[in-house]
């Protein structure tokens, strides 16, 4: 990733990771000025979905120095030390700056839920779905949603790490622990806890990803996991962070999986290129057809062909990805999908990227 020169003398490498060990040297840049924060972003991003949404990336957000006259008299010290990295749909960026810098959302481009703590300086959002503006320091997490009119600000001296969330993916995953359709929005309360549980958890899942993002032949830092650590994260933040669901959640612990539920699944591991229905998976179950797919409900918050559907998907993927020479309609065929448009369609909505973007993000890797 390049976005301009790395000024080792401004600081070390060393020093960037005591910030936060995203500030690896293949993934750390040095950014000028805010007002090419925007474009700088754009070039780290995943090459297929910068080519989506690059028009709409770049006039989403607009990025500022906070004292616009020190800025004038010296913008060398204006700066800004930053490590993009993703996982899944979501984006994990590391910071350092010397100066206040505002951002100021005008259209956003991904319908997102950003979550941020900092190591030093303090953190302001206003606007949009905030009481008022508050300014967090260290030893916060800081929860809010990107809508036009948001101004997030940062102090001199500011260092931290955000994540960016799909937020569909966050409905989806609540709807699956809630067991029942997300009608209104889900809202987070805007500052939690670091230094306590269960926010304190959060902190160390956050240390966790950072220290997996600093090996490089993790499966994390390889970009090999699909949506896990993602996933892992949303749920972590849904069972500590105040929301407006989180009465639901605080219900009577679910019954341990039902054994029908086990066998099914192991059934279609081992059967995933194979054409099944649910009647041979009920039978491997020793179940009945309804009671397949009202435990499936339940428990998995899906039915059973769905979770094969998934598992496949999950299997395409990771052959689309360790395969030399795979091809999409190599991959849908052998597992199990004789429709390749569908196939495609499918792909799309559960991973956020088309099969062709893996399978060429693939082969730039390798």
Request: some cysteine.
């Amino acid at each position: 990733m390049k976005m301009g020169l790395l000024r080792t003398e401004d600081q070390t490498a060393a020093a960037l990771a005591a910030v936060s060990l995203v500030f690896q040297p293949h993934r750390t840049a040095f950014i000028e000025s805010p007002y090419h924060v925007s474009e700088n972003l754009l070039k780290a991003m995943p090459a297929e979905l910068r080519e989506r949404s690059a028009a709409a990336i770049l006039r989403a957000r607009a990025f500022a120095p906070l004292d616009h006259g020190a800025y004038a008299a010296s913008p060398s010290e204006h700066g800004i030390h930053v490590a993009v990295a993703h996982e899944g749909a979501m984006r994990i960026s590391a910071s350092l700056l010397r100066r206040g810098m505002s951002m100021t959302v005008f259209e956003p481009a991904l319908d997102s839920y950003t979550f941020g703590l900092r190591t030093q300086g303090t953190l302001a959002v206003g606007g949009p779905g905030r009481i008022e503006s508050a300014s967090y320091g260290t030893g916060l997490g800081v929860m809010y949603r990107e809508r036009p009119g948001t101004r997030v600000t940062t102090s001199a001296g500011h260092a931290g790490i955000s994540f960016e969330l799909p937020y569909p993916r966050m409905i989806a995953l609540l709807e699956g622990l809630t067991e029942r359709p997300a009608h209104a929005e889900l809202q987070f309360a805007p500052c939690f806890s670091l230094a306590r549980e269960p926010g304190a958890s959060i902190s160390r899942a956050v240390r966790y990803i950072e220290q997996e993002l600093a090996i490089r032949q993790s499966l994390l830092s390889a970009g090999q996991s699909g949506t896990t650590m993602q996933d892992f994260l949303i749920r972590a933040l849904l069972a500590a962070v105040p929301h407006s669901y989180a009465a639901l959640l605080e219900r009577e612990p679910k019954l341990a999986t039902p054994f029908n539920v086990g066998r099914a699944e192991a059934f279609m591991h081992a059967h995933l290129h194979e054409s099944i229905d649910i009647a041979d998976i009920a039978a491997a179950a020793g179940c009945g057809i309804r009671s397949l797919q009202v435990s499936f409900q339940k428990y998995r918050g899906c039915p059973p062909m769905a979770a094969l559907r998934s598992l496949r998907l999950e299997k395409a993927r990771e052959m689309l990805r360790q395969t030399d020479g795979m091809t999409p309609t190599q991959a849908a065929a052998i597992c199990g999908f004789t429709n390749p448009g569908r196939f495609a369609a499918y792909y799309l909505k559960m991973f956020g990227e088309r099969p062709s973007e893996t399978m060429k993000a693939a082969r730039r890797r390798r």
